[in-house]
Structures are given as structure tokens and as C-alpha cells.
């Protein structure tokens, strides 16, 4: 089946840093979902795009959906420590059913 | 998007027992989710529950061990059976929604200790 890779796999910086992660797969999605896990709870959906160069925001957040359908990009600008999590890039495997990147961790030093 | 409840949130368990997990969504839908989240580690679909009908399951996931229940368009149950601590995991539950019906939506997860 299709595989995300995703990276880096975790970050540590300092508060108030722009960070940067993203996503690519070995065959060609029509979506890109971004999500985000805190601790103790189940993923929430940050950002999701649809169109191949589709550069969306969402608050201090931006994604972009690369041109060649094989790629995503996600990033936060002025990280706070609310921004500590992992965060999963994902996209449609088949019918109806999602496929995950591995995670980025990010950590952030007050 | 949909609101998903997941019961219980954490269980400690012995091995050798099982545990069902109960999935509760606030509008119906033709189909419901269940993921396998290892510790430190990325999402795996378990199957894919349909109401009416025997749930889908994944490669590497069989009916025995993960039995799943539909009963109506807005719940669902999963159970854990026989465990070990390899079942140690989180378990979530999800409905897909949006634009073009990708998007996933999940409950908090079941976080899951087998002793």
C-alpha cells in the first residue's frame, strides 16, 4: 500500500521559533490532511487540502499541497507551548480509508 | 464534524482477559473506524466497521481477536480479547467527514495497559 514518510520524526526548539515538517509518499494523493495529537487524546484535524498547490492557513499555521500530488509541507510560525505535540500528516489509501505519516514530536523549551 | 465519545478513556487490565471499547458518534453514519496506536508510534486501521454487515478488517488483524459490533448508524464496539501486553496500544475510534468524505475525525482513545 502507499506510505507516508514524514520528517523529521521530532524537534526540539525554543519558544517563539518557526518550525517546519513535512511529507512525502512514492505515489501521487488528490489530499493531504494535517493533524495534531496531544497527549492523552485522539488526533484533531488542523488543515486539509485538496488541490495541488493549494497553500491553506490556519492561524499560525500554513500547508501546502505540492505541485507534484507527492508532497506536503506544514508549518508554525511563533511556536508557543500550546504547539507541544505530534503531529501526523495523512491521506486517502483506497476507498475511504486514511494513511498516516510516522509523526513529528515537537517539543518546545520556554 | 462529528462528535465521538469513547468509553472507557483508560483501562489497566490482566492478560488473558478481554475489554470492549464503546464508540458513541452524535449523527449516523454508513461507516466507523477503528485505529491501533502502538506507543510512540503512527496510526494502523485495525477495520472498518459497516452497519449490517461482518466488519473489514486489516492485514494482520483478524475477527477472533478484534471482534467488532455494529448495531446502529452511531455506535460501535470493539473488543480487546484474550490480551497480552502487546495489546498495550491506544485505541481510537473514527467517522470520516468534509468535503469529500477523506477527512477523519476521532474520539479520544482508549489508552489501553495490559499487565
Known amino acids: 500500500g502507499q506510505q507516508l514518510n514524514q520528517s523529521p520524526q521530532s524537534m526540539f526548539i525554543q519558544e517563539g521559533e518557526d518550525v517546519s515538517m513535512n511529507c512525502t509518499s512514492s505515489?501521487?494523493?488528490?489530499?493531504w490532511l494535517w493533524y495534531k495529537q496531544d497527549p492523552g487524546e485522539g488526533p484533531v484535524l488542523l488543515i486539509a487540502?485538496?488541490?495541488?498547490?493549494e497553500l491553506t492557513s490556519n492561524g499560525r499555521l500554513t500547508a501546502q499541497f505540492g505541485i507534484t500530488r507527492k508532497d506536503s509541507f506544514l508549518n508554525i510560525s511563533a511556536s508557543i507551548p500550546s504547539d507541544v505535540g505530534i503531529y501526523f500528516c495523512?491521506?486517502?489509501?483506497?476507498?475511504?480509508?486514511?494513511?498516516f505519516g510516522q509523526g513529528t514530536r515537537l517539543t518546545i523549551n520556554p | 464534524s462529528a462528535v465521538i465519545s469513547q468509553k472507557p478513556s483508560r483501562d489497566i487490565c490482566q492478560r488473558g482477559t478481554s475489554l470492549t471499547i464503546q464508540c458513541q458518534v452524535d449523527?449516523?453514519?454508513?461507516?466507523m473506524f477503528w485505529y491501533r496506536q502502538q506507543p510512540g508510534q503512527s496510526l494502523t486501521l485495525i477495520a472498518t466497521?459497516?452497519?449490517?454487515?461482518?466488519?473489514?478488517?486489516e492485514s494482520g488483524f483478524v475477527i477472533d481477536k478484534f471482534p467488532i459490533s455494529r448495531p446502529n448508524l452511531t455506535f460501535s464496539t470493539l473488543t480487546v480479547s484474550n490480551m497480552s501486553p502487546e495489546d498495550s496500544s491506544i485505541y481510537l475510534c473514527?467517522?470520516?467527514?468534509?468535503?469529500?468524505?477523506?477527512?477523519?475525525?476521532f474520539g479520544q482513545g482508549t489508552r489501553l495497559t495490559v499487565v
Open positions: 449523527s449516523q453514519v454508513t461507516m
Open positions: 466497521a459497516n452497519q449490517g454487515s461482518e466488519a473489514t478488517y
Open positions: 495523512a491521506g486517502p489509501q483506497g476507498a475511504q480509508k486514511l494513511v
Open positions: 505515489s501521487i494523493f488528490n489530499t
Open positions: 487540502l485538496y488541490k495541488a498547490g
Open positions: 473514527s467517522v470520516l467527514g468534509g468535503q469529500g468524505m477523506d477527512e477523519a475525525f
